[in-house]
């Protein structure tokens, strides 16, 4: 039976690999060899700014008809490589030589901010000395605030009558092969934190959520009150799962989620109105309170206590630049969040050109959490232009090309992660709109999308998952467990393993 199956799974794999080799239009390599630099091999003069004692010189050269040539200290030249974001990757590779021993020359990369101004920690240099060419390279990640990147050649400490020669510089994005975006979340449902479960069981689910790359646990621990309460009883469970699932994956972060859904509430006469209660200052230290205790003051499980990361607030129905949320959140950055790393916001996203969350709103609010999730589904039916797959995946281009550059704007540490969906159609019953069909709204399309705003510039963190027990196929009762697999397959391939 068992060698049968080995050989099932043998059988498989090589089908798989060999369709894969036989029908993909591209070979399956991400390598693109894309080269930042202007006339990296000096041989048309474009590009380069002559610090002084720089010239082309057809005396040594590695490639060509010339290399750059550097006679005097502290000379050289250097250009600048425009649209450079923080937290990537880049390999800078170059040849030099010396006409003299006890000459040197530098190749370097520096990264600027986005008034041209040197970041301290954020250089590269390779170092050359030898009278015969040699190849180097280094690999550096841009630093926070990073908008463009100078590479340059430089001589610090001439000899007298010393050259140094440089020549095929090249400064190439680092391409990624297999774990490229590893810092995802999954949108865990209540049932496993409001009463305790068997710790093999809590060691099952954090493998699974390893094995799809998850780091941020988003634990819904319960609904809020219209006076920003929670019941204890609704997260019973939270303490045994923290024990057993740091013990089985301490670089799993477990987030506290505090969901809202009364942010409207109805008048006397059926009329939606805003709650005003929320915002307000007993609101507010109502939420702190249940704050403190999670992260803080932690909570008792077999005589000891045990804390949660951090927290997520999902506040909803969302209201356009809500300024009471803005004062929910910096209330709780002020108290029981100050020095926080893990506090986070659930925001919406719209097809539309009016937008709930304005390009000034998520600059404010990106300026008080650590991370945005925009919740990027829900967004069909009536007159909705989200009718297809295309269209969804150019919905998650805009819209986080928009909130990434609201964020970076806001020049903090924020980090942008938006949730892709993963649960059954979803229809307003008395009507039968459908605003959630996963035909149009899918991890695929998601991912493409996602990839295509990254590639044009925004600054991704990573993605979530919503919701998890769906995706993951938690509930064999309600549909086989085989349901989800193509999404897991298109979350791994097209998300996870993208570069
Ligand atoms: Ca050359």
Known sequence: MFANQLYRCAFLFLTITLCRFLFSPFPISYAIDENLIL????????????????????????????????????????????????????????????NRIGQEGIIGAECLDKNGKRIPGGRVTLTFKSTSFEEKSASFTTVPDTAHIQVYVYVYQAIAGGVSYFDDISLVPASCTYDCHTNNAAFLPNDWFAEPQAPAEIEVRVKQLSQMRIRYQMADVGMLTEWGMLDARS?????????????????????????????????????????????????????????????????????????????????????????????????????????????????????????????????????????????VYDQMGWDSPIDSPYAYQTLWTTEMKRYSDAILSAKGNCQLLPIMPAYERRTVEEIGVVYHDPYVENIYSAAKGLVNASQ????????????????????????????????????MKEWVHHS
């Open 39 to 98: 006339d990296p091999g000096f041989e048309t003069k474009q590009g380069w700014n002559n610090w002084g004692g720089f010239y082309m010189s057809p005396a040594a050269k590695n490639s060509g008809s010339f290399a750059a040539a550097v006679d005097q200290a502290e000379g050289g030249a250097g250009q600048i490589i425009d649209a450079a974001v923080p937290g990537k990757t880049y390999i800078l590779k170059g040849n030099g030589s010396v």
């Open 235 to 375: 997260y019973a469970g939270l303490a045994q799962w923290l024990k057993y699932s740091k013990e089985a994956a301490p670089d799993q972060v477990v987030i506290a989620v505090l969901n809202f859904n009364q942010r409207l509430t109805k008048d006397e006469n059926g009329n939606e109105q805003p709650n005003t209660l929320f915002g307000k200052e007993t609101f507010n230290q109502n939420v702190n309170q249940i704050v403190q205790k999670l992260v803080h003051e932690g909570i008792f499980w077999d005589g000891k206590l045990y804390r949660v990361d951090g927290v997520h607030l999902d506040m909803e129905p969302f209201l356009t630049d809500d300024r009471e949320l803005e004062n929910t959140l910096r209330y709780l950055r002020e108290h029981a969040l100050s020095g926080n790393r893990y506090f986070s916001v659930a925001a919406p996203v719209q097809y539309g050109g009016e937008k709930q969350w304005s390009y000034e709103y998520i600059q404010r609010i990106a300026s008080i959490v650590n991370q945005i999730n925009p919740m």
């Open 456 to 491: 044009a510039g925004a600054n991704i963190h990573g993605a979530g998952i919503f919701w998890w027990a769906t995706f993951i196929g938690d509930y064999p009762e309600l549909y086989p467990r085989t349901y989800y697999l193509l999404d897991q397959e298109h979350w």
